[in-house]
């Protein structure tokens, strides 16, 4: 794996965080929102993460609806973070390392769906631009055993129901926490120990 992470940051092709006084924001879809909110609180420049559904219609974006799988929907985390703290290129690659598997289709773990898929959902039209070369980047250095499942995607952001906001920092002995999420959060601090928060 310590192939992989090296291979990854070279495939970053943006340059260093930006020194720009303000917040943006990224939407990411990689299985149970539980998890991908889990790590990115644990990054520098994260200042908050917010678990909800992407990529279908507002009238259905409910925890209920969405586990039908009919809804269009994936599980996201919605993700404000400082550019002069780290960077849309950094938050891929935390996103692409330990977050979760980008060449699972439909599932994450013991999550099966097409709402457990793994998709960005870009919120500029740089971060389109750059998520697709990303993407292409780590594919053409065959990083992974399989293809990159990652897809682009369009769609309103809608925040899930407070039950499951800060789900593994509010329960963190919770057993679905202790055997998927935890330790994601691990690696993170492993992995990327510049950009750990505890």
């Not at 559904?53 to 400082?82: F, L, M």
Request: charged share 15%; glycine share 8%; aromatic share 12%.
């Amino acid at each position: 794996m310590k192939l992989a992470q090296t291979l990854i940051a070279a495939a970053l092709i943006a340059g260093p965080a930006s020194a720009a006084p303000k917040t943006e924001t990224a939407v990411l879809a990689g299985g149970c929102f539980w998890g991908m909110e889990s790590v990115f609180e644990h990054v520098k420049g994260v200042t908050n993460v917010v678990s909800g559904y992407a990529g279908g219609s507002p009238h259905d974006a409910n925890y209920d609806a969405v586990s039908s799988e009919g809804t269009g929907h994936a599980e996201a985390v919605k993700i404000t973070y400082d550019p002069a703290q780290v960077s849309y290129a950094q938050l891929l690659q935390i996103y692409f390392t330990v977050a979760h598997d980008p060449t699972e289709i439909d599932r994450q773990g013991p999550d099966t769906g097409h709402s457990y898929r793994s998709a960005i959902f870009p919120q500029t039209p740089e971060q389109a631009r750059f998520a697709k070369a990303f993407i292409a980047r780590l594919n053409s250095a065959h990083i992974y055993k399989a293809p990159i499942a990652t897809k682009l995607e369009s769609g309103g952001f809608y925040p899930a129901e407070a039950f499951h906001q800060g789900f593994a920092r509010k329960h963190p002995t919770y057993p679905y926490i202790v055997i998927n999420d935890r330790p994601k959060v691990a690696a993170l601090q492993r992995k990327f120990p510049a950009f750990y928060k505890a």
